[in-house]
């Protein structure tokens, strides 16, 4: 099975950094668009960002814009989402997806094939 693994997850103030990682061993990820999501206790799961398939688009949810950003390093095979500037209000899980695409990604969860099983970020003072 095709099986996604997130990192870098924590607990971090407001205002503090954070990189999460996505890796699948055993398969090349750059053939891949991947998303993160995340959810936080009682709300819905939504895109946080998405980077297609040899990272040709990148897309971003408003609410963190300026902050997040996603990036692949095709020789560790593995996608990144460093976030800065964090608020308590990016407290959630947080899930890498994967989809075999072309030139495409989305922020739209049922989009994905393939999830992990989330890292836990807690944003408070």
């Known amino acids: 099975q095709f099986q996604l693994v997130e990192s870098g997850g924590g607990s971090v103030q407001p205002g503090g950094s954070l990189r999460l990682s996505c890796a699948a061993p055993?398969?090349?990820?750059?053939?891949?668009?991947i998303g993160w999501f995340r959810q936080a206790p009682g709300k819905e799961r939504e895109g946080v960002s998405c980077?297609?398939?040899?990272?040709?688009?990148?897309m971003y949810a408003d609410s963190v814009k300026g902050r997040f950003t996603i990036s692949r390093d095709n020789a560790k095979n593995t996608v990144y989402l460093q976030m800065n500037d964090l608020k308590p209000e990016d407290t959630a899980v947080y899930y890498c997806?994967?989809?075999?695409?072309?030139?495409?990604?989305?922020?739209?969860?049922?989009?994905?094939?393939?999830w992990g099983q989330g890292t836990q970020v807690t944003v408070s003072s």
């Open positions: 980077t297609s398939d040899s990272g040709g688009s990148t």
């Open positions: 055993g398969f090349t990820l750059d053939y891949y668009a």
């Open positions: 997806a994967a989809e075999v695409s072309v030139h495409v990604c989305s922020v739209v969860t049922d989009w994905y094939d393939y």
